[in-house]
Structure formats: C-alpha cells, structure tokens
C-alpha cells in the first residue's frame, strides 16, 4: 500500500494529500512524530522530515517538491505541473512562493509557534512571531486575488501545484481562524473554489488533538 | 543575450551559473543588489530574490530550484535531472538537502554572517551563527563521502544538479576558507573533481569586494 508519512497540520504533507487526491490515487496515512528521530524512519529519509511517500513499488521520495515532481511525472493525469515550460515554470514559481517566502512570512509564525511548539514541548510560543505573521498574511491575500483577476487559477487557466501548495499553507492556517476573510474578498472566492474540490475533503476534516479548528473551517459557505 | 540576476557568493545563483556551463549556454551576468528593492528587478520577481534568468525570447524565471527544471526541459543536454523518475527523485533530494538543509546549518551562518551582513550594512556578525556553522559542516562532508563511497556522483553514476547545487554551496563556504578539508578526504576527493570542470572556473575566479578568498580557493590541488 502506497503511504504518505505526514504532521497534519504541516502544509507540505497537506499539500502532498491534495496532490493524491486530484490524480485519484489511493494511500494510507501515518502520522510521524519527527522530532523523535525514530530510527526506521531516518532510513526513509535521513533529513529527518515530512513528508515521505513510499510509493507501492517501494520507493521511498522525501520532500513535497520531490513528491510531486515524482507523481507528476509517474501519474501524469491530471498534470498538475503542465503546459509549456514557461508555464511549468510559474506553476514552480508559485510553488516557491508559498514553501518559501508564505511559509517564513505566515505559516511558521501561526503552526509552529501556536501548534508545533507545544506538540515539541518547547515552551511558550512567541507572540512576536505570531504578530508579524498575522500583519504578513495581508500581503499574500492581496497577491493571491491580484493573481485571479488575471487568470482562473493562480498559474494559469488550469487549477495547478501552486493552488495545492496555497490551498494546504491557507488551510492550516484557516484551521487556526488567522485568515482574515472579511477583508479579502477576492482570495475567499479562489479558496471557496477550492474548498469545493473532492481532494480538499479530508484536509477539511482534520482534528488535530488539543486544537479546535475555527467554527468556519469545513463549512464550503465561510 | 541571456541575463542571469545574481549575487556572487549567493549559492542558488552560484548553482546555475555551473548549470549554465555544463550546457555550454552562454549568458550575461548582473549583479542585482537585492536589498535595494529595485522596481525594474521586482517586475522581474515579485518576491525580490536572486537568482533571476531572463532567457533569450524574454522568458524571466526566478528560483535556482524552477530555472533548473526550466533549463533541463529546453536545453535538454547534457541533462542534469536525468534517469528513472526514482533517479531524478535522488537528484532532486539532494537538492533539497543542500539548498534546504545545508543552507540553514551551514551556508546561511557563514554567508549571511560573514559577507551578505557587511554589505547591507546590518551590524556586527553573529558569532554564534558562525560557531554553528562551522560545527555543523562536519556531518555534510562525511555525508558527501558515505555517498560517494556507494556511487560515482552524489545522486548515482552521472554528474547531475545534486552536484551541481552542493558545489555551489561548498566554493561559496571554501571561499572564506571555512571547509575543514584535512578532516574529510572523501569530500575533498569529489570537489577535486568537480573542480576540474571547465563549468566551475567562472566561480573560481570570482573574487568578491572586501573579502579575499582562502589561498587554495581556486587551485584544483587543494
């Protein structure tokens, strides 16, 4: 059985289960604890990090990047990663964009600080981080309803890996009620697109244990 | 002509001028200080990072991770993301290892402490950053011998983009002389090769502003 070793909370694995689901392929899902260091696991990827699948054949590919290049590339339909390589190329961008500069700029500031921290018990989270994230996730909103009022989807004319990637970093964050719908009307109507789709429904019905997820959270109508 | 954005000790933009080489693609280079939040750059990336390639048809694509796999699906030989798509997997997870891993533990503590701090002209270096760094870089010399130990090149028998990005990252720390060669000849064995590749000499010739490079940094019998 194909098996996606994930954090639930974590947007790369989150990302990667959309990624399944879109092109329709079965998996089980394990919860890895990463910051245990268990043993067997580091022999499935010695970075030590979410998420990996091990593919039926056995393949063990570490990373939400490596992963979806690999299923794109394995599993070409629906290409998630397509067009000509200048689209394939802002699909990445977008990619990068979200695992990069939204991941450092938000989604660490809001997860690890209110989540993650306290599943490491490493202590009180820090309100600074998590102020400057609340005052960065504007910015975002804006680029991603900047972005639909020029295409369909935020690569192109086709849903793509960079709305998965945006849809699993708002996600979480939407989990934790830190998206400011009201005034971003544009990114609400781009996620309620997406909030629609087959895949998003078990990201939306996550519970994760000692965090109530905002009264919004699953509801299609936020 | 082809123009690549970039900072000299940067490692992403070091990767892609090697990658650049290895395809015999000949190009521009532009120092872009990024700090300076240049308005004509920021049309280029919106997210205000190096390295930018803009392709001769105007093509611009930013990110070392999104020019690469742009670059080795137009200007497919030699390719540097070759193989099965469990060999490209390998490739690009070691990509991620040195440009995810490396770069926290290693390149970010020296680079950004020693050099990029200077010119921005943001205080003091942090000296435990530093210590850090230099400690860290121990388990990434003896991981690039355990590899090479079990292949030819870091991601299997054929030079690929996983060599490509750990030697960017390695000239830029060897530069300032922070490479602990004595202590890992297995390392030092695989950068003596790479080294002798005519892609590496535009890097080995770089010589920053302020910063003198280590006495062995250009000579391939380090």
């Given at each position: 059985?194909?098996?996606?070793?994930?954090l639930p909370l974590d947007p790369p694995c989150r990302a990667i289960r959309i990624l399944l689901g879109e092109k329709r392929l079965?998996?089980?899902?394990?919860?890895?604890?990463?910051?245990?260091?268990?043993?067997?696991?580091?022999?499935?990827?010695?970075?030590?990090?979410?998420?990996?699948?091990?593919?039926?054949?056995?393949?063990?590919?570490?990373?939400?990047?490596?992963?979806?290049?690999?299923?794109?590339?394995?599993?070409?339909?629906?290409?998630?990663?397509?067009?000509?390589?200048?689209?394939?190329?802002?699909?990445?961008?977008?990619?990068?964009?979200?695992?990069?500069?939204?991941?450092?700029?938000?989604?660490?500031?809001?997860?690890?600080?209110?989540?993650?921290?306290?599943?490491?018990?490493?202590?009180?989270?820090?309100?600074?981080?998590?102020?400057?994230?609340?005052?960065?996730?504007?910015?975002?909103?804006?680029?991603?309803?900047?972005?639909?009022?020029?295409?369909?989807?935020?690569?192109?004319?086709?849903?793509?890996?960079?709305?998965?990637?945006?849809?699993?970093?708002?996600?979480?964050?939407?989990?934790?009620?830190?998206?400011?719908?009201?005034?971003?009307?544009?990114?609400?109507?781009?996620?309620?697109?997406?909030?629609?789709?087959?895949?998003?429904?078990?990201?939306?019905?996550?519970?994760?244990?000692?965090?109530?997820?905002?009264?919004?959270?699953?509801?299609?109508?936020?």
């Open positions: 059985m194909r098996t996606l070793y994930h079965p998996f089980a899902l394990k919860t890895e604890n990463v910051w245990e260091g268990r043993e067997s696991f580091l022999q499935l990827n010695p970075a030590g990090a979410v998420p990996v699948l091990v593919d039926e054949d056995g393949t063990s590919i570490p990373g939400a990047r490596v992963i979806a290049e690999y299923l794109d590339e394995v599993y070409p339909e629906p290409p998630l990663i397509g067009g000509t390589p200048a689209d394939r190329a802002e699909t990445r961008r977008l990619v990068d964009w979200f695992d990069g500069k939204f991941q450092r700029e938000v989604s660490a500031g809001l997860i690890e600080e209110k989540v993650t921290r306290r599943l490491r018990q490493q202590g009180e989270p820090n309100a600074a981080a998590i102020r400057n994230a609340l005052a960065g996730i504007h910015y975002h909103l804006d680029y991603i309803a900047w972005l639909c009022d020029r295409r369909r989807w935020l690569a192109g004319d086709d849903f793509s890996l960079a709305d998965v990637t945006a849809a699993a970093h708002i996600s979480a964050v939407d989990y934790l009620g830190d998206v400011p719908w009201g005034d971003h009307l544009g990114a609400k109507d781009w996620y309620a697109r997406v909030k629609s789709r087959p895949s998003l429904r078990p990201i939306l019905a996550d519970r994760i244990h000692g965090a109530t997820p905002a009264a919004h959270y699953a509801d299609p109508d936020f």
